[in-house]
C-alpha cells in the first residue's frame, strides 16, 4: 500500500517535469488534473497515517517546489494557479479521508 503511494507521487512528479505533459482536451484542464492529482494522493497517505498534517504539508511543500521547479527548468511554466489546485487538492483529499474513516 505504500509502494503504491510512492509510486502515485512519483507519478505526480514525473508529469510536472515532463516537457510534454499530457492534454485532457479541456480548457485549463490541467488545474483539474492538479486537483484530483493530489486529492488522490492525500487521500491515499491520509488512509494509511494517522498524523496526516505532516503529510499535507509536505504535498503542498511538493506542488509549490515542482511549480518553482518548472519555470525554472525552461520548457514549462511557472502557474500559481497550479499551485492552488494542489493545494486544493490536497485539502479535498484530507477531508475525503475523514469522511470515509468514519462511516467504515
Known amino acids: 500500500m505504500v509502494a503504491a503511494g510512492w509510486a502515485w507521487a512519483g507519478a505526480i512528479v514525473w508529469l510536472s517535469l515532463t516537457p510534454a505533459p499530457p492534454d485532457v482536451g479541456i480548457d485549463q484542464g490541467d488545474k483539474l488534473g492538479h ?40 520548457y514549462r511554466t511557472f502557474d500559481a494557479l497550479d499551485m492552488v489546485a494542489n493545494t486544493l487538492g490536497v485539502l479535498l483529499g484530507w477531508g475525503a479521508a475523514r469522511v470515509y474513516q468514519s462511516r467504515v
Open 35 to 74: 486537483f484530483v492529482a493530489y486529492g488522490w494522493l492525500m487521500f491515499w497517505f491520509a488512509q494509511l497515517y494517522a498524523r496526516r498534517l505532516p503529510w499535507a504539508a509536505g504535498f503542498v511543500a511538493l506542488g509549490i517546489a515542482l511549480e518553482f521547479l518548472q519555470g525554472a527548468l525552461g
